[in-house]
Antibody, heavy 120, light 106 residues
Framework: EVQLVQSGAEVKKPGESLRIACKGS????????ISWVRQMPGKGLEWMGR????????NYSPSFQGHVTLSVDKSSSTAYLQWRSLKASDTAFYYC?????????????WGQGTLVTVSS | EIVMTQSPAFLSVSPGERATLFCRAS??????LAWYQQKPGQAPRLLIY???TRATGIPARFSGSGSGTEFTLTISSLQSEDSAVYYC????????FGGGTKVEIK
């Protein structure tokens, strides 16, 4: 069974750094791109960016470029979403999702979500 | 940048009735269009991809149609468990989502 399991909820202060994780299992991790999606409280889904686990090539939505960094650790089948300096407006649920096939494909599996709360 | 617009924002339908949801792209995305269902407190779930292909395990009452810029998700006979927010997403150029349609059971 394909599974994406995300790390637990985080509470941080503005200006702090953070990295959250998404561990894939039940499939060959290197063969499927991973995207990250933000959902602010009570709002819709926003695509943030995607990464190819085979070579760590990533690209980002213009709305998130420069504010977050995607990475992977192939040895542990884990993808990461990282911030160097959090803002209160980063408070949201964050989901990782597996691309079915290739970088331009739908998402056939999702993580359970990680709630990030940024508050002073 | 392709913008996805969903309508209506809110839909209230009686059990057993048909629900029709619309999604429009600001330029052609061919058939690279997916629909997702999100229930409160849950991650989204893939319903339809390629504009009309049901994902594994999705009931036949869910169907998708359209191509280019106009797409439709139809729930032929609404069940109580279909109460959710539905999102479209194009994957022709980047991967933006529409704003969502909330479906309520009357």
């Amino acid at each position: 069974e394909v599974q994406l399991v995300q790390s637990g909820a985080e509470v941080k202060k503005p200006g702090e750094s953070l990295r959250i994780a998404c561990k894939g299992s039940g499939y060959t991790f290197n063969r499927h791109w991973i995207s990250w999606v933000r959902q602010m409280p009570g709002k819709g889904l926003e695509w943030m960016g995607r990464i190819d686990p085979s070579d760590s090539y990533a690209n980002y939505s213009p709305s998130f470029q420069g504010h977050v960094t995607l990475s992977v650790d192939k040895s542990s089948s884990t993808a990461y979403l990282q911030w160097r300096s959090l803002k209160a407006s980063d408070t949201a649920f964050y989901y990782c999702a597996r691309h079915t096939s290739g970088y331009d494909s739908e998402f056939d599996a999702w993580g359970q979500g990680t709630l990030v709360t940024v508050s002073s | 940048e392709i913008v996805m617009t969903q309508s209506p924002a809110f839909l209230s339908v009686s059990p057993g009735e048909r629900a029709t949801l619309f999604c429009r792209a600001s330029q052609s995305v061919t058939r690279k269009l997916a629909w997702y269902q999100q229930k409160p407190g849950q991650a989204p779930r893939l319903l339809i991809y390629g504009a009309f292909t049901r994902a594994t395990g999705i009931p036949a009452r869910f169907s998708g149609s359209g191509s280019g810029t106009e797409f439709t998700l139809t729930i032929s006979s609404l069940q109580s468990e279909d109460s959710a927010v539905y999102y479209c997403q194009q994957y022709y150029s980047w991967l933006p989502f529409g704003g969502g349609t909330k479906v309520e059971i009357k």
